[in-house]
């Protein structure tokens, strides 16, 4: 079993940085990858960004390319997404996710299906 626990959402203005952290229970966090999720109103959950269990493999979706940056730190079994430049569109609340079977990313990484653990998500909120 294992616990996910966001923290680090928050009101910002367009232009301004967040980082969101999340926490994860249990002793083998290396050996999960991990991604973010996003939801905004009346939308599906989207993928944003997922990392591999060493941190060696990082992928973006294509409208967060080169403004946030997902990292993980193994000895504080924590994963982080810095997000720069936010725009309105970022407005959301933010969700962290295990794949708890396999330390690489897998070819579904962008899907929900292929993460087994899901946090409670933290809103981010950006005005214009």
């Known amino acids: 079993q294992v616990q996910l626990v966001e923290s680090g959402g928050g009101l910002v203005q367009a232009g301004g940085s967040l980082r969101l952290s999340c926490v994860a229970s249990?002793?083998?966090?290396?050996?999960?990858?991990m991604g973010w999720f996003r939801q905004a109103p009346e939308k599906d959950r989207e993928f944003v960004a997922a990392i591999s269990g060493s941190g060696s493999t990082t992928v973006y979706q294509e409208s967060v390319k080169g403004r946030f940056t997902i990292s993980r730190d193994n000895a504080k079994s924590t994963v982080y997404l810095q997000m720069n430049s936010l725009k309105p569109e970022d407005t959301a609340v933010y969700y962290c996710?295990?794949?708890?079977?396999?330390?690489?990313?897998?070819?579904?990484?962008?899907?929900?299906?292929?993460?087994?653990?899901w946090g409670q998500g933290t809103q981010v909120t950006v005005s214009s």
């Open positions: 996710a295990a794949d708890s079977r396999r330390p690489y990313l897998s070819g579904g990484y962008y899907s929900n299906n292929e993460y087994d653990y």
């Open positions: 249990g002793r083998t966090f290396g050996r999960y990858a």
